[in-house]
């Protein structure tokens, strides 16, 4: 999806009300603006972003870090809709599906190599 993050941070930690701008291209290459807003924060065992602008209608994504005997379980819960009616169910089940699955299992297979080698 050729992902970029396009802000700068002072901060080390997120903060409620933390606006976070990419640059993705969800579709056919075609690069889109994506905002999200950090809307709760509860150090250091969660937080959720919320789409303020870009390719869905709607996105709320709730990341939530567990201790364990392990280190820490890390789970996401993506809430979405995507825009255009009809066609934007037909584009969720052609691939839009698949490639949220693909991009879960990519950053699930990076931390697996930097943090359990």
């Given at each position: 999806?050729?992902?970029?993050?396009?802000?700068?941070?002072?901060?080390?930690?997120?903060?409620?009300?933390?606006i976070?701008?990419?640059?993705?291209?969800?579709?056919?290459?075609?690069?889109?603006r994506?905002?999200?807003k950090i809307?709760?924060?509860?150090?250091?065992?969660?937080?959720?972003?919320?789409?303020?602008?870009?390719?869905?209608?709607?996105?709320?994504?709730?990341?939530?870090?567990?201790?364990?005997?392990?280190?820490?379980?890390?789970?996401?819960?993506?809430?979405?809709?995507?825009?255009?009616?009809?066609?934007?169910?037909?584009a969720?089940?052609?691939?839009?599906?698949?490639?949220?699955?693909?991009?879960?299992?990519?950053?699930?297979?990076?931390?697996?190599?930097?943090?359990?080698?």
């Amino acid at each position: 999806m050729r992902f970029t993050v396009l802000s700068k941070c002072d901060s080390e930690t997120i903060f409620e009300g933390m606006i976070i701008d990419y640059r993705v291209a969800p579709v056919l290459g075609i690069l889109l603006r994506w905002q999200t807003k950090i809307t709760q924060v509860d150090q250091p065992g969660s937080f959720t972003d919320f789409q303020q602008m870009g390719p869905y209608k709607y996105w709320k994504h709730f990341h939530e870090f567990t201790p364990n005997q392990n280190g820490v379980l890390m789970k996401d819960r993506v809430d979405y809709e995507l825009p255009f009616g009809i066609f934007g169910k037909i584009a969720h089940w052609a691939f839009v599906k698949r490639r949220l699955e693909s991009i879960f299992n990519f950053r699930h297979e990076v931390l697996e190599k930097l943090f359990n080698r």
